[in-house]
């Protein structure tokens, strides 16, 4: 008897056409998955092209055009890691969203390394390593090196969703590479001791002022019987503060050494805090209408100084970690004779190469970082955020102004530790607090519970100092790695091209 001729029902042509469709997901999820790294390799070109133009016609142009690369690719990783303390804050607190922090960071970012970037560039292009004592071609391949090693320890831990330090690797990789090169004795040992120090006083600063931010804002705010009055009070005077410090700081980075005395800059500074206040206060007004007297309802007013102090955050960072990137560029230019007034001192397309880099690189792989930063490290409301934002501005800001690489991650990472360690001290000593406690529990007008057991005040304070080990480890790692990794690639250079 013949075989019975297959047929084909429709529950198999059902089947069939579910496997295509599941097919067809599993590529367009990994498709998804390489848009990211397929843009940030067609940055790399432009990159390439916009160096080619400037130095084509000039001796040494391969060097610069592969180092160009190499700088737009330190920058993204920068804008991947590095970036997402800027505004992690301001999204864990709910302040604004993803994409207002992505858009608020990448303009700020272009802002602070184009227009107040150019001290730290010099420090790490010029400074650590002396360039009078090195040949200005050994001083190229050590920058190369340096910027090699920098970029893929950062992407590697990146890659780990580890937030490290950048400001640390590119150190130690000048180091590395520059000891490899020429032994320790161009390296200058001062610079380096001022940059160790400042690693380790800038947190500790970054912590001291966020407590007293906190402390402002729980003293003349939130422990206020009228809460909303009092917020009307002051935080237009909070905006108006950190508007002025920005203002000032301004002056001394753009003008001319000399041109504004001391006193002329702080009256300037104040009179844009005046204006400030000005135009703030009917917002706050507007704002404050109709909130119930209640903590929650402050949030509503710390969203505009967050997002101010996360716009100023992102300007101080640009300001000082796009040398991390354009440094050892400005280097390099500087030894094959190309552009800038002087070393240390790079001309405007390399600092557009840092600016921008760091932008793509925050868009295209800075959500997943953003989120660990602001809603897995701490609990934050918009006033601790606050804090934490403006704290860690300020002192980046003044680390800017002096010329000191420091490490944002750091500092912003102090600030939460200050936050935290105070919070811990005012819930259990402070008088004002208990005074406030007790005439709410008289009047039974507490809307949340203000004494939290012994396992909860544990889960909200004690396990931040979970991260204090991690991000010491970091900071142990990440300098020796960067320059042993540094070295590594100075002698595979060395035996290949020179």
Not at 83 to 104: E, H, K, P, Y
Not at 332 to 342: A, E, L, Q
Not at 424 to 449: C, F, H
């Amino acid at each position: 008897m013949p075989p019975r001729p297959a047929v084909l029902t429709k529950r198999t042509l059902d089947k069939d056409l579910d496997k295509i469709t599941y097919v067809e997901d599993a590529a367009k999820h990994v498709a998804r998955r390489l848009v990211a790294p397929g843009l940030g390799l067609i940055f790399v070109g432009i990159v390439m092209l916009f160096a080619g133009v400037y130095v084509f016609d000039r001796p040494g142009a391969v060097l610069v055009v592969a180092a160009a690369a190499l700088a737009g690719y330190m920058a993204m990783n920068i804008g991947a890691n590095d970036v997402t303390n800027n505004v992690g804050a301001a999204v864990g607190a709910r302040a604004m969203t993803m994409g207002q922090a992505l858009v608020i960071a990448a303009i700020f970012e272009v802002l602070g390394a184009t227009i107040a970037g150019g001290e730290v560039v010099k420090t790490i292009s010029s400074d650590i390593v002396d360039a009078g004592q090195v040949s200005p071609a050994v001083l190229g391949w050590i920058m190369m090196a340096a910027l090699t090693a920098a970029a893929l320890w950062i992407n590697l831990a990146t890659w780990m969703n580890a937030p490290v330090s950048t400001t640390h690797a590119i150190v130690g990789a000048v180091i590395g590479a520059g000891i490899s090169a020429v032994g320790p004795e161009p390296v200058n040992w001062r610079v380096m001791f001022e940059i160790t120090s400042s690693w380790i006083t800038s947190p500790l600063l970054g912590g001291l002022i966020a407590a007293g931010l906190l402390y402002l804002v729980k003293t003349l705010i939130i422990y206020r019987d009228d809460k909303i009055a009092a917020a009307r009070r002051w935080v237009p005077v909070f905006v108006a503060t950190m508007a002025g410090g920005f203002m000032a700081y301004m002056l001394l980075q753009l003008s001319p050494i000399g041109r504004f005395p001391p006193f002329t800059v702080i009256l300037i500074g104040i009179g844009m805090g005046l204006v400030s206040w000005l135009a703030v206060r009917p917002l706050v007004l507007a704002q404050a209408r109709d909130l119930e007297n209640r903590n929650s309802s402050l949030r509503v007013l710390f969203r505009l100084p967050l997002i101010g102090s996360a716009a100023l955050l992102s300007f101080a960072h640009g300001a000082n970690d796009v040398s991390n990137a354009v440094g050892p560029l400005s280097a390099i230019v500087h030894s094959v004779g190309i552009g800038g007034d002087g070393v240390g001192h790079p001309p405007l397309w390399v600092m557009l190469i840092g600016a921008f880099g760091i932008s793509v690189g925050l868009l295209l792989f800075g959500p997943r970082l953003i989120r660990l930063v602001g809603e897995e490290i701490t609990k934050l409301n918009p006033m601790r955020a606050y804090c934490v934002a403006l704290s860690t501005a300020f002192t980046v800001i003044v680390a800017s102004w002096l010329g000191l690489p420091v490490s944002t991650t750091h500092i912003a990472v102090g600030a939460v530790f200050g936050v935290g360690f105070f919070r811990e001290w005012y819930t259990r000593r402070s008088k004002r607090r208990i005074a406030y406690i007790r005439r709410k529990a008289e009047s039974w007008e507490l809307d949340e519970p203000e004494e939290p057991n012994i396992h909860e005040r544990r889960r909200r304070y004690l396990v931040r100092r979970s991260h204090f080990m991690t991000i010491i480890a970091a900071w142990i790692i990440t300098v020796p790695v960067s320059a042993t990794l540094a070295a590594m690639i100075y002698w595979v250079m060395f035996a290949l091209f020179i």
